[in-house]
């Protein structure tokens, strides 16, 4: 059997046994999680969430870029037309993990990795690339400085080791950044 006909047969499965036409648009914990795409790292697993729980963003390494800091301005358009707001109840979780494929990128492709990352090749020099837990850091100092993006969210860090199954909260949670409503 192909696997076009197993994943077929799994959503038959899945369409019988596991399907919830209750589950909603907006994330019953109003958590968005950002991460690779590495298949050891799913966060629903890792994280243990259950479906339609947190809504998951997915790259190379699980960097912020342009790409998905436009995504996450346009999200809060996307939870208004489903009747929602985003705000102060809202977690933004950043998980980046050990073992990481980005490092090859890093070291063999840099030019396509800074292309991805929205930033020059001096600056990808100083993105941390080969340090998940300096990157996670990174990133969300990143997040907070981006004007652009809602700044009600609770924001975490947190890194995933591939060897031993567990996460280390690098970046405990605390709001994005101060608003004027929240100053």
């Known amino acids: 059997m192909g696997f076009i006909e197993t994943i077929i047969e799994r959503n038959e499965t899945f369409a019988r046994d596991g399907?919830?036409?209750s589950l909603k648009i907006i994330p019953s914990a109003k958590t968005i999680v950002?991460?690779?795409?590495?298949?050891?790292?799913?966060?629903?697993?890792?994280?243990?969430?259950?479906?339609?729980?947190?809504?998951?963003?997915?790259?190379?390494?699980?960097?912020?870029?342009?790409?998905?800091?436009?995504?996450?301005?346009?999200?809060?358009?996307?939870?208004?037309?489903?009747?929602?707001?985003?705000?102060?109840?809202?977690?933004?979780?950043?998980?980046?993990h050990t073992d990481c494929g980005?490092?090859?990128?890093?070291?063999?492709?840099?030019?396509?990795?800074?292309?991805?990352?929205?930033?020059?090749?001096?600056?990808?020099?100083?993105?941390?690339?080969?340090?998940?837990?300096k990157a996670v850091a990174m990133d969300v100092a990143?997040?907070?400085?981006?004007?652009?993006?809602?700044?009600e969210f609770t924001i975490s860090g947190i890194v995933y080791d591939v060897n031993s199954g567990r996460i280390k909260v690098v970046i405990p949670p605390a709001m994005l950044r101060q608003t004027s409503d929240s100053a």
């Open 19 to 21: 399907f919830s036409a």
């Open 34 to 96: 950002v991460g690779c795409l590495d298949p050891r790292v799913d966060p629903l697993d890792v994280l243990g969430l259950e479906p339609g729980e947190a809504a998951t963003f997915r790259n190379i390494g699980g960097r912020i870029n342009p790409a998905l800091v436009e995504t996450m301005i346009l999200l809060p358009t996307v939870a208004m037309a489903a009747g929602q707001m985003m705000g102060p109840s809202w977690n933004l979780v950043i998980l980046h």
């Open 102 to 133: 980005i490092i090859g990128c890093y070291r063999h492709a840099p030019d396509l990795l800074a292309k991805h990352l929205g930033v020059t090749r001096k600056q990808l020099e100083c993105m941390e690339v080969t340090d998940p837990y």
């Open 142 to 151: 990143a997040w907070r400085a981006n004007q652009d993006i809602p700044g």
